[in-house]
């Protein structure tokens, strides 16, 4: 059976097959009433307890999803080049070919080459 869906729609189902393989469109639908939840943001607040309770939820749905970008991140064409060094372990340096791409000390990286079915993190 087919439905019209709209991009956000698609988007989504999308987004929920990367954790959720098996999802369809009613997990999505059951799911836009538990996102829907965060509570606007007034222009004035009652106490401080109460500007807790609204930024809290958005804060932490902002990690989140901040995470998950950062996760879901991928770049092709990526050069290596692997150093041994006098202690016998290898150093890998990484050229990367966008120069908008930025990793820090202690991130995980994920090394695979499709072709050898190679893959390392």
């Known amino acids: 059976?087919?439905?019209?869906?709209?991009?956000?729609?698609?988007?989504a189902l999308e987004d929920l097959w990367k954790v959720n393989?098996?999802?369809?469109?009613?997990?999505?639908?059951r799911g836009a009433t538990t996102e829907e939840?965060?509570?606007t943001v007034?222009?004035?607040f009652k106490d401080g307890n109460y500007y807790c309770d609204v930024f809290t939820p958005?804060?932490?749905?902002e990690s989140l999803?901040?995470?998950e970008s950062k996760e879901n991140i991928m770049h092709e064409?990526?050069?290596?080049?692997?150093?041994?060094?006098?202690?016998?372990?290898?150093?890998?340096?990484l050229?990367?070919?966008?120069?908008?791409?930025?990793?820090?000390?202690?991130?995980?990286v994920l090394i695979a080459h499709p072709a050898t079915k190679f893959e390392e993190i």
């Open 1 to 11: 059976r087919s439905r019209q869906l709209s991009k956000h729609q698609i988007q």
């Open 21 to 29: 393989p098996e999802g369809d469109l009613d997990d999505i639908i």
């Open 37 to 39: 939840a965060l509570e």
């Open 42 to 44: 007034p222009l004035a």
């Open 58 to 61: 958005l804060v932490d749905a």
């Open 65 to 67: 999803i901040a995470k």
């Open 77 to 93: 064409g990526v050069r290596i080049q692997w150093e041994q060094g006098m202690n016998r372990r290898y150093t890998a340096t």
């Open 95 to 108: 050229e990367l070919s966008q120069t908008d791409a930025k990793l820090a000390a202690g991130d995980e």
